[in-house]
């Protein structure tokens, strides 16, 4: 059975640092590109950045570019998020996702999800 389950997230001060983890069971997290999205109250879920499968590129949302950082440890079957200069905009829950297909952000394309964890920046 297919399963992520993401962690890390919290409650942070503007300017602070979060680390999300995406952990991935039932499957070979390394095959597929994995993607990070964002949904806030009221707001619809968008791509925040993706890490490719294929050589571990990556791609940012221009809204968080310079500040976040995706990265992947296949050993532990798991990809991380790094959120640095945390802004009250960014807070939303959090998501990660796979998908077959590289260096997208196209919310259709992916098809397994984990259930999310809550990223609130406030001071």
């Known amino acids: 059975q297919v399963r992520f389950v993401e962690s890390g997230g919290g409650l942070v001060q503007p300017g602070g640092s979060l680390r999300l983890s995406c952990a991935a069971s039932?499957?070979?997290?390394?095959?597929?590109?994995i993607g990070w999205f964002c949904q806030a109250p009221g707001e619809e879920r968008e791509g925040v950045g993706c890490i490719n499968s294929r050589d571990g590129s990556t791609y940012y949302a221009d809204s968080v570019k310079g500040r976040f950082t995706i990265s992947r440890d296949n050993a532990k079957n798991t990809v991380y998020l790094q959120m640095n200069s945390l802004k009250p905009e960014d807070t939303a829950v959090y998501y990660c996702a796979a998908t077959g297909y590289s260096g997208t952000l196209d919310i259709r394309k992916y098809d397994y999800w984990g259930q999310g964890t809550q990223v609130t920046v406030s001071s």
């Open positions: 039932g499957f070979t997290l390394g095959y597929y590109s």
